[in-house]
T-cell receptor, first 108, second 113 residues
Framework: AQRVTQPEKLLSVFKGAPVELKCNYSYSGSPELFWYVQYSRQRLQLLLR??SRESIKGFTADLNKGETSFHLKKPFAQEEDSAMYYC??????????FGPGTSLSVIP | GAGVSQSPSNKVTEKGKDVELRCDPI?????LYWYRQRLGQGLEFLIY????????KSGLPSDRFSAERTGESVSTLTIQRTQQEDSAVYLC???????????FGPGTRLTVL
């Protein structure tokens, strides 16, 4: 079955502290993983994708096929990082499945 | 350029009525997705259109839900005989074929009284 899980519904960290948003997936094929973000009163938008191996706004995510994980990390959280974060899996048929989301709150 | 647009932005209806939600994708985007986001929940996949291929309707929750798309343009999501549990934000997204990035619309907030 194709599934994306994000175990934390809510995550609060202090400004300047490291943050890790967890994502695990279940997919028998070769996955493409993404992180999407939704800031308050804004549209859902792409944050980063695993194939690019890029760092966006200080965030990175590494695909670990052995652990079927794609955790999102940032060494020093900022207040502007407060948002809803969704992990997403794209199947070989271009269908995109989203996780339930994690609401990140960065405390000043 | 213009992004994905959805109309109406808000819709309040009475239980049992039919509603039609509209999505205008970005021009040239062959793929179009509909999602449902209930309060406090994640995004629930509903249906996926890709060019002229048969749509993937595997996420539609019941036969009261249907969607159409004319070519590579506008899509409409129709909910017949609405129920209170249909209350949610309905999001539309479009993307280029085989592209990684989905572009989302602002959503339609549906409230069924």
């Amino acid at each position: 079955a194709q599934r994306v899980t994000q175990p934390e519904k809510l995550l609060s960290v202090f400004k300047g502290a490291p943050v890790e948003l967890k994502c695990n997936y279940s997919y028998s094929g070769s996955p493409e993983l993404f992180w999407y973000v939704q800031y308050s009163r804004q549209r859902l938008q792409l944050l980063l994708r695993h194939i690019s191996r890029e760092s966006i706004k200080g965030f990175t995510a590494d695909l670990n096929k052995g652990e079927t994980s794609f955790h999102l990390k940032k060494p020093f959280a900022q207040e502007e990082d407060s948002a809803m974060y969704y992990c997403a899996l794209k199947t070989s048929y271009d269908k995109v499945i989203f996780g339930p989301g994690t609401s990140l709150s960065v405390i000043p | 350029g213009a992004g994905v647009s959805q109309s109406p932005s808000n819709k309040v209806t009475e239980k049992g009525k039919d509603v039609e939600l509209r999505c205008d994708p970005i021009s040239g985007h062959t793929a179009l997705y509909w999602y449902r986001q209930r309060l406090g929940q994640g995004l629930e996949f509903l249906i996926y259109f890709q060019g002229n291929s048969a749509p993937d309707k595997s996420g539609l929750p019941s036969d009261r839900f249907s969607a159409e798309r004319t070519g590579e343009s506008v899509s409409t999501l129709t909910i017949q005989r609405t129920q209170q549990e249909d209350s949610a934000v309905y999001l539309c997204a479009s993307s280029l074929w085989r592209s990684d990035t989905q572009y989302f619309g602002p959503g339609t907030r549906l409230t069924v009284l």
